[in-house]
DNA sequence: CCTTAATTTGAAAACGATTTCCAAATTTAA
DNA sequence: TTAAATTTGGAAATCGTTTTCAAATTAAGG
């Protein structure tokens, strides 16, 4: 894989882009499109092997839909923040308490896998869930 | 797609299959494996064609690792199902552990929110983690 | 600057999993 | 038993991605 010593313009323009849409999930024929637009010169291939270097530094984050991976760029906000976000207003609770540093320890050691020390947990917040249950009343 | 008006000989020697490894995940390419090993006649495309059937009736679970899809076929929906996946292989490990309850008890009553009973916890897995402590070094 | 060596690029070909095509085979219903 | 409907499977196509390699670009040292 690409040890990236020198710095070219593709690889600048590419940063640019991604960086300029920090919040969307980008494919790589997204990413050739938006530079078709913009008439920069960057080849597929490039621009496959900038993603693969991206998520080798861990500096993106992944989707897989279907058969296509999608990338989006990973600025750091907040270090260790655990967050429980309401699938039905949105609504984000941050949390950082000893219970979820103790089932990150225990997913390490007994699954072997580390969770990401920034995460979202889906559901439903008191005032929505309340909600919920009236409407299943009617 | 298939609308499965007629009963196959190949459907039923699949299904068979599927139903005797109900706890593993398995790709088109085993499942060909097998059939070449016991000598029964199903191609590889028709295997395809009932793997998707299967999927549209939702009577397998699917995991995503790559770029290969495995499939597990399921007997009773397990109402409470967590997963780790890793955000680079898209590996999914399920877990049913004590902990994970503790975890949904401890948001209710401390933080008043209601987690699905099925969600999604994003990390590295073990195979991953270390392959980019690798690359770091690349 | 100029030269050279190292690295990177990109078009084309390869790749691997999956899907589509279509003629032949099988199944069902009558 | 026959005919119509459906299913099969090999071959070719597809799709996203990776590899290959010659040409272009970059960095570093005279």
Redesign the pocket.
């Known amino acids: ?11 600048k323009e590419l940063l640019l882009f991604l960086i300029s849409n920090k919040n969307k999930f980008l ?3 997204d990413i050739e499109k938006y530079a078709e637009n913009e008439k920069i ?12 270097s991206l998520e080798k530094q861990g500096k993106v984050r992944i989707e897989l839909k279907e ?3 999608y990338y989006q760029y990973i600025f750091e906000e907040c270090e260790h923040h655990y967050h429980l976000k309401c699938k039905r207003c949105g609504k984000i609770i941050h949390l950082d308490c000893e219970e979820f540093e103790e089932l990150k320890e225990h997913v390490l050691k007994e699954h072997g896998f580390v969770i990401d020390s920034k995460f979202e947990i889906y559901g439903l917040c008191e005032k929505c869930y309340k909600k919920m249950e009236e409407d299943k009343n009617e």
């Open positions: 894989m690409e040890k990236r010593k020198y710095n070219t313009e593709q690889r494919s790589a024929e010169n960057i080849g597929l291939t490039t621009i496959y092997r900038f993603l693969n058969h296509t991976k």
